[in-house]
């Protein structure tokens, strides 16, 4: 996931669950909405 993008919405005050960046077909992230919703953020590759 693009470290603008996490950089964002950690100063937004999203909670960032989990980063992923060695994935073979893309980097991941999981937040959560103001809900409690987990949301999965994907970024393929290349």
């Known amino acids: 996931m ?8 950690t100063a937004k005050g ?3 669950l989990k980063r ?3 994935a073979p077909y893309g980097k991941f992230a999981w937040i959560l909405d103001p809900d409690g919703t987990r949301i999965e953020l994907w970024e393929p590759e290349g």
């Open 2 to 9: 693009k470290t603008a993008v996490i950089a964002w919405l």
């Open 14 to 16: 999203v909670p960032i």
């Open 20 to 22: 992923d960046d060695g």
